[in-house]
């Protein structure tokens, strides 16, 4: 019997052996192609919720309570950016803040239904008129990854320009969730002096 010849067991597990390592290798390639692809898959699916007013689907591809936190505090950000300095008259400037907020509740929850989140995709929201796109298309988006489980997607014009608002998409297990927006900071509304 020639020693560098395999034995009968040997030489059947040899194949499986090498069977199982790419099954690994082609599941984990699977694996990484699902997360590096999960923000946009979840854009497309919003956009496509949005367009069929499927609230229940906005919900799972949503994490509506930051989402709602964020845009308020994006609003009110944007808000208090606009008034006008009082010069010191600090009861003016709260009850400016105290009416803003009111008004911010409402806008809020109508920022989150179906029309809303619609129109947020599609940059015809924000803080200066983004000239979005049409009803039915969804811009391009540029994603910028901070770690593994956070995407921030900046929407990207006809003409080349980045969207003046960037939506916050966060990895929730395997699936990815549109979690906050933000304003881009060479965007924003700046106080008046």
């Known amino acids: 019997m020639n020693a560098a010849a395999p034995t009968t067991g040997e030489a059947r597990r040899l194949p499986w052996g090498r069977i199982g390592a790419v ?27 949005a367009a069929r007013r499927d609230g229940a689907e906005l919900a799972r ?7 709602k936190q964020s845009l308020g505090r994006v609003l009110l950000q ?14 003016k400037m709260l009850s400016q803040f105290i009416i803003a907020g009111a008004l911010i509740g409402p806008l809020v929850d109508t920022l989150v ?16 008129a983004a000239g979005g796109t049409a009803a039915g298309q969804l811009p391009a988006y540029k994603q ?3 770690g593994l489980s956070t995407v921030r997607a900046t929407a990207i014009s006809a003409d080349g320009d980045p969207g003046p608002l960037v939506l916050v998409l966060r990895r929730d297990g395997l699936t ?10 060479d965007t924003a509304i700046r106080p008046v002096k």
């Open 23 to 49: 099954a690994m290798l082609l599941a984990l390639a699977a694996l990484v192609v699902v997360v590096l692809r999960g923000p946009q898959n979840t854009l497309d699916a919003l956009d496509q919720a």
């Open 144 to 146: 910028s990854w901070e």
């Open 113 to 128: 239904t179906p029309e809303g989140i619609g129109a947020l995709l599609r940059g015809q929201i924000a803080a200066r």
């Open 78 to 91: 944007q808000v208090g950016g606009a008034l006008p300095d009082d010069k010191g008259d600090n009861r």
């Open 61 to 67: 591809r949503a994490d509506l309570p930051a989402l």
């Open 176 to 185: 990815w969730k549109l979690a906050g927006v933000e304003v881009r900071e």
